[in-house]
């Protein structure tokens, strides 16, 4: 059981749910727990795909992964992709209808495609980020537009994750570090103006979150320039991937949903916890 939680990185995909309920309530929408498990079900199948996918290069250079380690098979690991892929895909189409499943649908096709090439390329990042995007934007429904912004928040951040990850194996770069603290800025700025339409209150709660996002991303980053090495940057990864929830809650709380922009950042410390026992990256 522990070799399949590590396949599919278990403990990020707390950061998950908040795609759905960032973009329900960036479109003025309750959130829908149906769209929520939608989302953690293609965490997991793109996961599982990835490890698929890297089987090689990870023999190499991740041995302790569960596929080169000898403790899943490479056909389970597909055959898991493609189960948790099909029910993402039903679970999204009776929680969401057709509107749901067509989202769900080009939120697949996007992970496959980042998985099985796009990831190899210089697409690589801007290809991870338009997943998360897509992610949020499926819990926005028929209000899509409305939720642009914040599905643009969460790409831009999951830009910066992704860049970090090509460097897990190698160390980090100055420029590196420079483009993921880039990428953190500019997510904080389209969170700020996705909550520009919430009273005084929610946007006074949106701004401690999104200043907290801040304070959990930039130090970590910035701190990579001192301290290039792969162990510092899979630890500003295994962050970053959490920086996402704060992130999240502040579009909850930016629409006047404080108790369930608290509900979020209780999964925070759960991840944390979970993340110094098992890989999230």
């Known amino acids: 059981m522990r070799a399949l939680l590590e396949l599919v990185r278990a403990p990020a995909a707390l950061s998950v749910p908040g795609d759905t309920m960032a973009g329900a309530a960036a479109a003025g929408r309750c959130p829908n727990a149906g769209l929520a498990l939608a989302s953690v079900l293609m965490y997991w199948s793109g996961m599982a795909l990835n490890d698929w996918a890297d089987r090689e290069a990870d023999a190499a250079e991740r041995p302790e992964r569960p ?26 189409a009776v929680a969401g209808g ?3 499943l067509t989202t769900a649908g080009l939120l697949a096709g996007a992970v496959w495609a980042y998985d099985l090439g796009l990831k190899r390329t210089a697409a690589g990042p801007a290809s991870m980020a338009a997943c998360r995007a897509l992610d949020v934007l499926m819990g926005a429904g028929a209000q899509a537009r409305a939720a642009v912004p914040m599905a643009l928040a969460v790409g831009a951040h999951t830009y910066g994750i992704s860049v970090l990850g090509r460097a897990e194996v ?14 953190s800025g500019a997510a904080a700025g389209l969170a700020v103006a996705s909550s520009l339409r919430g009273d005084a209150a929610a946007r006074a709660g949106a701004g401690v979150l999104i200043a907290g996002y801040l304070a959990s991303t930039l130090p970590v980053q910035a701190g990579l320039r001192a301290s290039p090495d792969p ?26 949903r404080f108790a369930a922009a608290g509900a979020l950042l209780c999964s925070l410390p759960v991840g944390r916890w979970l993340s110094s026992r098992m890989a999230t990256s």
């Open 67 to 92: 596929i080169p380690s000898g403790r899943i098979r490479p056909g389970t690991a597909l055959g898991l992709a493609v189960a948790l892929t099909g029910a993402g895909l039903a679970v999204a």
């Open 98 to 100: 057709r509107r749901g």
């Open 170 to 183: 190698t160390g980090a770069s100055p420029a590196t570090a420079g483009r993921a603290l880039a990428a």
């Open 231 to 256: 162990e510092s940057v899979r630890r500003a990864v295994r962050l970053s991937i959490l920086a996402l929830i704060p992130l999240q809650a502040a579009a909850v709380a930016g629409n006047g």
